[in-house]
């Protein structure tokens, strides 16, 4: 269980790490109008081409500090929406507040979020978020209350900014799809595409948090390489990633994991070899992990058909070294 960050010195320091973690990221600075309660105020927004997002902090007298998140390059002068903010209190507990700083027992700081929603749409609200929102989730102590909250991102993790972005994209897609049925029947094969919103699981099984915020990181990645290769790929909210060849057949199937521990390489075989079952063309299976399993594990794998997929890191990316031959096999 995480506990809740509420000494003000604590939390004001990892108010400026949270700030920093963007600076590398930013292209530049935009002056516009703010868009906050129904209102507006003047403000000057980092925008970063790289992440897709523009950035805006301010500390609100002695309550909390606002961080406002939105999407897409915004023009100088004009009024923007805001597309969520993470706040933190000044000190102590307060659950009106989305956002917190968490620790877990090895002393790690995390980003987390109590799931509050905000934009004064109907039916946008901290249930939308608990129903819909897929990713790193755990059990904090928040002033001696037990609190599901989201997993954001690592304070220290090099990807820092990165998992930020994609926390923000999701927020975006969840909203836009606030009204609508079900994802599972709004498209078919033939529309598939990458959807950032179904990445992740619900919160239905323990893992670590920490590696779990790089999954959706890793399967952009993952996506982002087959489509420079012409491939297009798509995800449907039970498969990690569906890689399509160049004549229109769905030819693979990946599972990612970002945690090696034994419970999720058998929950993930499991998954990949029942998903898998259910579509056309006998797809292959591939397995994406930090590092090779022991060889009898690998034994067993082949031996269900499953593929293994390496991959590292540069800096904040993730690197697919035997990429090649796994397409190849695609194409065929």
């Known amino acids: ?148 909250v989201a997993i954001i991102g690592v304070l220290r993790s090099p990807r820092f900014a990165r998992q930020i972005a994609q926390f923000v994209r999701k927020i975006e897609r969840i909203k836009e799809r606030a009204a609508t049925r079900s994802v599972q029947a709004e498209f078919s094969f033939d529309e598939l595409a990458l959807r950032e919103e179904l990445m992740g699981d619900p919160f239905d099984r323990k893992r670590d948090v920490g590696s779990d915020c790089d999954l959706g990181l890793i399967v952009r990645d993952l996506s982002d390489a087959l489509k420079a290769q012409g491939l297009r790929t798509g995800n449907d909210g039970c498969r990690d990633l569906l890689a399509i060849s160049r004549t229109g057949r769905i030819r693979a199937v990946f599972q990612v994991l970002s945690d090696m521990s034994l419970t999720c390489l058998h929950a993930a075989v499991t998954r990949l070899l029942l998903n898998g079952l259910t579509l056309p063309g006998n797809p292959i299976l591939l397995l994406a992990l930090p590092r090779a399993p022991e060889e009898d594990l690998r034994d067993k794998l082949r031996r269900l058909n499953i593929n293994l997929l390496i991959y590292g890191w540069e800096e904040d990316r993730t690197v697919f070294p035997d990429l090649a031959s796994c397409i190849s096999r695609i194409e065929t």
Not at 60 to 89: D, H, K, L, M
Request: aromatic share 12%; hydrophobic share 35%; proline share 4%.
């Open 1 to 148: 269980m995480l506990t809740a960050v509420e000494n003000e010195p604590a939390i004001r320091r990892y108010q400026r790490q949270f700030v920093r973690g963007f600076r590398p990221m930013i292209d530049e600075v935009v002056p516009v109008a703010l868009g906050h309660l129904g209102a507006s105020i003047r403000a000057k927004v980092s925008w970063s081409e790289g992440l897709g997002i523009w950035f805006f902090s301010k500390k609100i007298s002695e309550q909390r500090y606002w961080n406002a998140f939105g999407i897409g390059r915004p023009e100088a002068g004009s009024r923007v929406s805001i597309t969520c903010e993470i706040n933190f209190p000044f000190c102590g507990i307060d659950r009106r507040t989305g956002g917190a700083f968490a620790e877990d027992g090895a002393g790690r700081v995390f980003v987390v979020h109590r799931g509050k929603l905000g934009g004064g749409r109907k039916g946008v609200g901290k249930g939308l978020f608990e129903n819909h929102y897929r990713g790193a989730w755990e059990w904090m102590d928040d002033g001696g209350e037990e609190t599901p």
